[in-house]
């Protein structure tokens, strides 16, 4: 049976915590998160979830990407869950491209992220691992980090000009060819 969870909004006082890092793993409670995170996520057109977004201040997230209406030239990838994600940046190049968030509907911005990232984390057998990841991977990565540190997107926006209405988002992206 699938286990859905609300996804918390702007405002709630969950997204805007440090989230705790998990310590003893693999639990049944793990578990239980890891599924709710992954049955809500499938119940959208996102491309990453963070656990913060399910009410759960701890430091789980899954990326998932794959082409949506949402992100429709999103790489395919297989939902992979990061428990106790890190990164660091491998240059100090940021690019600007467009996010928004299960948590913040009918918005979307221009935010500036790293685009090559070294990570580590801890998957769900508990073993660590390591990867480098670049462009849109790298930034749904960096902004499901976001979520465990308390932030969203919108904190990183340079210029309140760079945030749109989902409705303008479209039609701006229409002319965009
Ligand atoms: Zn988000």
Not at 73 to 84: F, G, H, K, Q, Y
Not at 134 to 144: I, K, L, M, T
Request: aromatic share 6%.
């Amino acid at each position: 049976m699938a286990n859905i969870s609300e996804i918390a909004q702007l405002g709630a006082k969950v997204l805007r915590l440090k989230a705790q890092a998990v310590t003893a793993m693999p639990s049944a409670e793990l578990q239980q998160i890891i599924e709710t995170m992954q049955d809500t996520l499938a119940t959208t057109l996102g491309v990453g979830i963070a656990a913060p977004q399910i009410s759960v201040s701890k430091r789980i997230i899954i990326i998932a990407s794959r082409p949506t209406e949402r992100y429709p030239s999103a790489p395919l990838m297989e939902p992979t869950v990061m428990i106790n994600p890190v990164f660091h940046a491998l240059s100090d190049i940021k690019e600007k491209d467009w996010e928004g968030c299960l948590s913040i509907p009918g918005i979307r911005a221009l935010v500036p992220r790293y685009k090559e990232i070294q990570i580590n984390y801890t998957n769900q057998q508990g073993i660590l691992m390591e990867a480098k990841l670049e462009g849109f991977v790298a930034r749904v990565f960096q902004h499901e980090v976001d979520h465990l540190e308390g932030k969203v997107y919108l904190d990183r926006v340079e210029d309140n000009r760079d945030i749109f209405a989902e409705s303008e988002y479209v039609k701006s992206q229409a002319l965009d060819l």
